[in-house]
């Protein structure tokens, strides 16, 4: 039967997780409709052995790519290169979903008229399994299609309220379309997966259902703050992305009108928050003379390369910070890790 949904479930040692992620999807209701594909990205654990027995026990809906370690985005991309979904959506491998919830996304997204992107709520959760914080979409009109042109300045109207990689379906046509594609060798590229095809989007759908689990807070993560700093040459340049494609597209809605001032926006205000991140990695750095001095020399290359990023962005402490002209690193440096226990 053709398959509605690819799920592609990037994996790096991940053994731990794994065999969750993919019993949750296979007691979705109606799971042949799935297309579910594990890539093992260079493993030197257990996920690979892991992923070859699940593709064997559930064959015909369970794949496996296994390739040399390319970082997330190169398993994105494989996945997609590989998909035969009508949709395409990627489930980290130490996230899972809610069985009936999702089962719930996929009967909607069967009787719906063709989009380019598929919104839901989803949860961030503990490794107890505690929900620490749900994000919902309550501006976007709800299980039925609108303009994402329409829409996205209306989409942001509080913490969290973003486009996700955890609440974002796409439409496989649509992605190769745009020729979309993440950088591959990086962390953090999600931000990628979740600006690049936005400013193309034409007609979206949310479902207001509770249907992903988002982990967080697990040691290694690559947004704890140990592993950005270990990172930040990465996050910077990620950063450096999303600059220029944010440039490129300016261009293109002044000759064309598409993407639409508040597609930009959006992704410029999304970008933004991103970026926050730039200066609370820089709380972890041990030196804090070489923190303000990046921090600084960061600043001046934002203002003066995407001022409407640099504008956009709303943290009242990236605020502080600049008014200080980064004196107060070591003050926020010091409340930053009380407030994420990292006395």
Avoid at 20 to 25: A, G, V, Y
Avoid at 259 to 269: D, F, G, H
Avoid at 295 to 314: S, V
Wanted: aromatic share 12%; charged share 25%.
């Amino acid at each position: 039967m053709s398959k509605l949904l690819t799920v592609a479930v990037p994996s790096y040692n991940a053994a731990r997780f794994l065999n969750k992620n993919i019993e949750s999807l296979m007691a979705v209701p109606g799971r042949e409709r799935l297309d579910v594909i594990i890539v093992d990205d260079g493993s030197t654990d257990e996920t690979g052995a892991m992923a070859d027995a699940l593709a064997k026990q559930y064959d015909g809906i369970v794949r496996v790519i296994h390739k040399e370690n390319g970082g997330h985005g190169s398993g994105v991309n494989a996945g997609l290169k590989k998909a035969l979904g009508t949709y395409y959506c990627v489930l980290d491998a130490d996230d899972y979903v809610d069985p009936h919830t999702f089962g719930k996304v996929l009967n909607r997204l069967e009787r719906c008229e063709p989009v380019a992107l598929a919104l839901f709520d989803f949860d961030f959760v503990d490794e107890d399994g505690q929900v620490t914080k749900h994000v919902e979409l309550p501006a976007l009109p709800k299980d039925q299609v609108f303009s994402f042109g329409d829409y996205a300045g209306k989409l942001h109207d509080g913490p969290d309220r973003w486009v996700w990689i955890h609440n974002a379906i796409y439409r496989r046509e649509f992605l190769e379309k745009i020729d979309f594609s993440c950088h591959e060798h990086h962390y953090y590229v999600d931000m990628e997966y979740i600006t690049y095809p936005l400013t193309s989007v034409g007609n979206a759908v949310y479902f207001p259902l509770r249907a992903r689990y988002y982990l967080v807070g697990r040691g290694g993560q690559s947004v704890a703050l140990n592993s950005r700093v270990k990172h930040f040459d990465q996050y910077r340049e990620v950063v450096e992305f999303l600059v220029a494609f944010d440039r490129k597209e300016a261009e293109r809605s002044a000759s064309t009108g598409t993407p639409n001032a508040a597609v930009l926006a959006y992704t410029r205000s999304r970008t933004a928050e991103f970026i926050t991140g730039v200066y609370s990695t820089l709380f972890g750095f041990p030196d804090r003379k070489d923190a303000v001095r990046v921090a600084t020399e960061f600043d001046e290359w934002l203002r003066k390369e995407a001022p409407e990023i640099y504008e956009a962005n709303e943290s009242l402490a990236v605020k502080a910070l600049r008014t200080s002209r980064f004196s107060l690193m070591g003050v926020g440096a010091f409340v930053y890790r009380i407030l994420r226990g990292k006395t």
